[in-house]
């Protein structure tokens, strides 16, 4: 487990406004980017992506997510996100994603001046489903 302070917060934060400029966001042209820390140390980033049938939308969040598990990744320790707005904290259903990974998530929360607030997924989504909640002990593999 990493420690608090061997999270590289501002490089995620780097990282994760690069990937905001790389945003599909030509409807609400709300630009987010994310970058989540892998256990090994590894950073996937993510952009919004915005389709004109827009409950099929992705957050950033869970593009960086769905990215990293397509190359095997599935042990994160940190996320930034970083949007065009003061802070961005991750929505419900990136919450719910994310904590099917790591419920103890570190959340940093990044502005555009390369600044930043930290928090834990725990804090924001403290009762979630889990892998683990499933009756019988049938986890879905
Ligand atoms: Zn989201």
Redesign the pocket.
Known sequence: MKRTDDIPAEELVRSARSARERSHSPYSKFRVGAALLARDGTIITGC?VEISSFSLT?????TALFTAVSRGIKDFVAVAVVSDAEETP??????Q?LADFNPNLEIILGRQDGTFTRTTLGSLYPKPFLPTSFPHGNIPQ
């Open positions: 919004n992705c957050c950033a969040e869970r991750p929505c419900g259903a990136c919450r994603a």
